[in-house]
């Protein structure tokens, strides 16, 4: 499946989400404006990061829960939904609440062009912008 890129929606998009999180190895950003205190995703993130995943958050607002060996960055004016890890990485509308919106994304495999410009700009989210923005 070289240069897998799929359109996802609904229960699809989220066990994706989740699969990103739960399947990554080395690397996992989540790039998410809105983030509930979830006490799931809370021990999902932090058990990627004690098996010495580097995941980095994303978001809008602190989430002192979220603290355990995970970067957590604040960007005030962020907007943007991607989920990444090294094998791949969903761009898309779902944040990480209880919202009962439609809900969309594609995932884009890691061995498409595409992958490296997307992880290019969350890099650039993480270390080119300041906290306050």
Not at 6 to 19: C, H, M, P, S, V
Not at 95 to 122: A, F, H, P, W
């Amino acid at each position: 499946m070289k240069d897998t890129v799929e359109f996802l929606y609904g229960k699809k998009l989220t066990d994706r989400i989740n699969d990103l999180i739960n399947l990554a190895n080395e690397k996992l950003y989540i790039v998410c404006p809105f983030i509930n205190e979830d006490e799931e995703l809370n021990e999902m993130l932090n058990e990627r990061a004690d098996n010495g995943v580097n995941v980095i958050l994303i978001t809008r607002k602190n989430l002192a829960g979220y603290s355990r060996n995970i970067k957590l960055l604040m960007i005030r004016k962020l907007h943007s939904k991607v989920y990444l890890n090294e094998k791949g990485c969903i761009v898309g509308s779902e944040n990480l609440t209880d919202s009962m919106n439609e809900e969309c994304g594609i995932y884009i495999d890691s061995r498409n062009k595409v992958y490296q410009e997307i992880l290019d700009y969350v890099i650039m989210l993480e270390f080119g912008f300041d906290y306050t923005r």
